[in-house]
């Protein structure tokens, strides 16, 4: 018999322009829940998940947080995936002194002691895939993204990089989250003007697969001009047809492809859980491995204290699908394995370039420009050629 559970807060848009990766992420932390119930709970406590939908909208994440912790007493939460809705939260989890466990990528140059960020930033994504795009595909960038925080900073971080590496920024243009066909097609006109070799897209959400859709109907050729991304992962892929993602890329800590034992172990369980036609991605596995390095913690402290998890979390080292991965105790964030995937005609994510180690989070990016880490990749472009 139980006694009485650890009540945790889920706040993953099930609707929404973000639903798409955001159920995902939910489906994700469900699994791990699941997992840590079956083998006992913790301390003989099932952890018991408190969910709300807060639809893709920041004032709902805000409302939902604040629920959470008040009415709910569920002081630890797992969510959110745009930064606008990160950004609305957070003044909730410092005001009620929660703890916020965000696991999606971002635009970094943040930090809340109530925040555990493991999701990757700038200097474990960008600064590789702009060095892949330079050696692969030639210096000319064109940027597009969807109109909120995170494209504008993530680009303004790209430039800056681009900058610093002999790339040049040829177009920069945005579109509402909701963007319909009609909003893309003048945006493709101006790309075939400007001629780039590479679409940087921050684009998010439901605008992804037509933007992906409208490149491919104009019959544009991602071997010469791919469009090269953060957040396409497999499920924006899945939901265009792995016809329209073929041979565009994407960088990330993490692809349902990674050969370790234990990402073979979390694909098989997400499928038996979810379907068999459900893929694994990035902002997925961070949901998964959080909850269960959460579970590790509370295993070793034996309290929801915010102050007392909070303390035991960073240093924390922890075996996830991608590897071994630690909570940095200087800033919160989660040292990370980079990785650069190419979509092959299965629409399967093949790695063409991968860190041999992971790579210490750098949120402010005070190394840009010296980091060593970018030398630890190492290319296989060759084998996929
Ligand atoms: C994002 O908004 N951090 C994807």
């Known amino acids: ?7 945790v807060g889920v706040l993953f848009s099930k609707t929404g322009v973000t639903s798409v990766i955001e159920k995902t992420q939910f489906n994700a932390t469900l699994l791990a829940i699941r997992e840590i119930n079956a083998q006992g709970g913790v301390h003989g406590r099932r952890i018991e998940p408190i969910v709300y939908d807060p639809n893709s909208n ?71 895939l702009a060095r892949y795009l330079l050696s692969q595909y030639g210096n000319r960038f064109y940027l597009v993204g969807s109109n909120y925080i ?18 040049k920024v040829v177009g920069e243009k945005y579109l ?18 400007k001629r780039p070799n590479v679409i940087f897209s921050t684009i998010v959400g439901s605008a992804t697969s037509k933007f992906y859709k409208s490149y491919w109907r104009a019959g544009m ?48 369980s997400y499928k038996a859980m979810f379907g068999a036609s459900q893929c694994t991605n990035a902002c997925a596995e961070a949901a998964y491995f959080q909850v269960h390095l959460f579970a590790h913690v ?13 303390t035991a979390t960073l240093g924390t080292i922890f075996d996830a699908p991608e590897g071994t991965i630690q909570i940095d105790p200087d800033n919160h964030h989660t040292y990370l394995w ?18 041999d180690s992971p ?20 290319y296989y472009e060759s084998e996929f050629n």
């Open 58 to 128: 920041p004032e709902k994440f805000r409302q939902l947080a604040k629920r959470l912790i008040i009415n709910d007493s569920a002081n630890i939460i797992f969510g959110c995936y745009m930064s606008s809705t990160r950004k609305a939260v957070i003044p909730i989890v410092e005001d009620y002194n929660g703890l916020l466990w965000y696991p999606t990528l971002y635009e970094g140059f943040e930090y809340s002691k109530n925040v555990i960020y493991t999701g990757s930033i700038p200097n474990q994504n960008s600064m590789f």
């Open 338 to 355: 980079p990785k650069i995937g190419r979509v092959d005609d299965q629409g399967k994510f093949q790695i063409v370039a991968e860190t």
């Open 221 to 268: 050729q991602p071997r010469q001009m791919p469009i090269a991304s953060l957040t396409t992962s497999e499920a924006e892929v899945t939901a265009m047809g792995h016809e329209v993602g073929a041979g565009h890329i994407t960088a990330a800590p993490y692809f349902e492809t990674v050969n370790t034992p234990a990402n073979h172990q979390f694909v098989k």
């Open 1 to 7: 018999m139980f006694k009485s559970s650890w009540k």
């Open 359 to 378: 790579v210490k989070p750098d949120p402010y990016l005070v190394d840009l420009g010296s980091d060593k880490s970018l030398n630890r990749m190492k």
């Open 150 to 167: 995170y494209p504008y900073e993530s680009n303004r971080i790209f430039r800056d990089i681009l900058a610093s590496t002999g790339g």
């Open 176 to 193: 509402p989250l909701d963007a319909s066909y009609e909003c893309i097609d003048p945006i493709l006109v101006d790309i075939l003007e």
């Open 298 to 310: 509370l295993r070793r402290v034996g309290t929801l204290d915010t102050d007392i998890v909070r």
